[in-house]
């Protein structure tokens, strides 16, 4: 199927947090959903179970399990058995959810900052302690992992580490050789690994991206990984999430953490999850090319004509990560806002390290993405 990705689709007046929180002269380019059309073939697979008419309750389709542990297999050569899959609601409430299983009140959980800011709530939703990190970037802007800074972090009581990987919002697909030392770490303090993979999918040319739990099967016992269909194939806004915890007993602890309460995906949510991870990868292979062309659209476009703003190409995702810490500018993020009409997420909302950043989001179609850069750059001071 043919897919038009500069069609630059209206989406005002659709229920859209991204295109609804801001006025309608404001070009936003902040939360992380594409302004694509998501694989026809999910489309046609949510529009059969609307016909049907009835949405009782729901629960999985038969195939998806094994399509996911196919997939697993596959892409990363990791073997997982289907019991080890578990399916919610969504990435956030799970990687809280974690949290509560494997640590218990007043104990330590790990970040890197840096990082998807709901990460940051997630030690004082369970009642622990953040023990925070900053990521090191080096002089040419690229960010890495201090690991002796890591190890100095962790405290006796640390109990779990919250991994990012693809990182957002700095744009990183960490490499097998990372991975291995922040595991060892872990492992030596004997600390769960909490990973949010949500991203794996959303790779650029040369970029592999490599589950932490598949390294070695003492890694995968201390592993929770989360994975999701939702922003590799636009259908956030449907809810759906994969859950796998080889480990029964962790997987036990896990389940108990949410006794009571219903976070199970809706009948279109599994429905879309299906349909997604069947017959969405012609699709997604196409819109990866071209999120990696505006990805070096914004990156030429940075270093030519804006000037005080830099920005290394990000190895996945589709956000980059703007450093406007030389434009003289106090607030970037609120400058952009009300000088160029253009909505991005302030830096320092991903916590110690993000000041005086940017996040842009780049899936949408050229055309908007060319008139963003150009209001940005009349914006910015003489």
Not at 175 to 180: F, K, S, V, Y
Request: hydrophobic share 40%.
């Amino acid at each position: 199927m043919g897919y038009d990705f500069d069609d630059c689709i209206e989406r005002r007046d659709t229920d859209s947090l991204k295109w609804g929180r801001y006025g309608d002269d404001v070009l936003p380019l902040w939360v992380a959903d594409m302004d694509f059309r998501s694989p026809e073939l999910v489309i046609h697979a949510l529009e059969e179970r609307v016909a049907h008419g009835v949405f009782g309750y729901g629960m999985e389709p038969p195939g998806l399990r094994e399509l996911i542990v196919g997939r697993l297999q596959g892409l990363y050569g990791w073997s997982v058995t289907p019991e080890a899959i578990l399916f919610m609601s969504g990435v956030v409430t799970a990687f809280n959810l974690a949290a509560m299983a494997v640590a218990s009140p007043g104990e330590g959980l790990l970040l890197q900052t840096p990082i998807y800011f709901p990460m940051l709530y997630t030690a004082d939703n369970a009642n622990l302690r953040c023990d925070s990190m900053k990521l090191t970037q080096q002089e040419n802007g690229h960010y890495t992992v201090d690991y002796g800074q890591m190890a100095e972090t962790i405290r006796e009581d640390t109990r779990v580490f919250l991994l990012c990987n693809p990182h957002n919002p700095v744009g990183r697909v960490f490499r097998r050789d990372e991975l291995e030392h922040m595991a060892e770490i872990c492992l030596s303090n004997e600390m769960v690994i909490v990973s949010d993979e949500i991203h794996c999918d959303l790779l650029f040319s040369g970029q592999e991206h490599v589950p932490i739990a598949s390294l070695a099967p003492e890694v995968e016992q201390r592993t929770i990984t989360l994975m999701a269909p939702s922003k590799t194939y636009n259908i956030a806004g449907l809810h759906c999430s994969v859950v796998i915890i080889p480990n029964a007993d962790l997987r036990q602890r896990f389940q108990n953490a949410y006794r009571g309460l219903i976070n199970t995906p809706s009948v279109l949510a599994y429905r879309a999850a299906l349909a997604a991870y069947r017959d969405g990868d012609p699709w997604l292979h196409k819109v990866l090319l071209y999120l990696q062309r505006n990805r070096d659209l914004v990156f030429d476009f940075v270093k030519r004509e804006l000037p005080g703003v830099s920005m290394v190409k990000p190895e996945g995702t589709y956000l980059a990560w703007l450093d406007c810490r030389r434009t003289g500018l106090d607030d970037p993020h609120r400058h952009f806002l009300q000088k160029a009409k253009v909505a991005l997420n302030d830096g320092a909302t991903f916590g110690p390290g993000g000041e005086g950043f940017v996040r842009l989001n780049f899936a949408c179609c050229r055309p908007l993405l060319e008139q963003a850069l150009e209001r940005m750059k009349r914006a910015l001071p003489a």
